[in-house]
């Protein structure tokens, strides 16, 4: 049987890694911007109108001051998103201005650091050098390179920071509007108290679930946790008003 010649063995890699399907999870930051939007939207408002039922305010008046700290917390957590994001897009883009111009003016300081990266990995000098020579005679592969494996930097989405900011401010609204709904419907404050504590400690739990489920953790372990931080916070504001009222 021939050998098989360099252009039939690429034509065989390409069908074995079109018939691989690997299934990672890739939608991490996403998913991060919705926990956080979500996890402060759920604990803020709920502790916010625990605090102001043990103070013995209306059901109106907790619901108004709650749809405003909704309000102003999705604003606030987006705008810190948006920064946060745009943040290390700045980062990124002053690195690799920095790389440039390395690559130009000091070729050799940077062909040594790239076979002092593959040398870590446990490659052989005899192995890395080909590979060294390789990326000179392509800058922008060892530009891309020297920013993943020397920098450890992955090139940001330029719709990122936006994304970021309305995914972290949508969550937060959604977040934040559970713990009210009991406050729209039932005119006594501590009625609707209990009811809040009750359908938001069910949501904790359902975001605690699928935050581990997401993360990689237990999701039980993370159900319990996430509902046990939302009571303390709730139970600390109830207890701080009726220590000032009284």
Known sequence: MAAPTLGNLDHEKQSLLSQHKERHFTAGE???????????????????????????????????????????????????????AKSEADHYARELKREEEEIVTVPDTEAAEVAEILAEYGIEPHEYGPVVNALRKKPQAWLDFMMKFELGLEKP??????????????????????????????????????????????????????????????????????????????????????????
């Open 157 to 246: 989405d330029p719709r990122r920071a936006l994304q970021s900011a309305l995914t972290i401010a949508i969550a937060y609204i959604l977040g934040g509007l559970v713990p009210l709904i009991p406050y729209m419907f039932i005119p006594r404050a501590q009625d609707a108290m209990v009811a809040s504590v009750i359908l938001t400690l069910i949501a904790l739990l359902i975001f605690g679930y699928g935050k581990g489920y997401f993360t990689g953790n237990k999701p039980f372990r993370s159900a319990l946790q996430t509902a046990l931080i939302g009571a303390i916070a709730s139970a600390a504001a109830f207890g701080m008003a009726k220590a000032v009222q009284a």
């Open 30 to 84: 996403i998913v991060r911007d919705i926990i956080i939007g979500v996890s402060d939207g759920l604990t803020v408002p709920f502790a916010l109108a625990a605090g102001l039922s043990g103070a013995n305010a209306t059901s109106s008046i907790v619901l108004t001051a709650g749809v405003a700290e909704v309000a102003a917390g999705a604003i606030s957590m987006g705008l810190g998103g948006y920064l946060a």
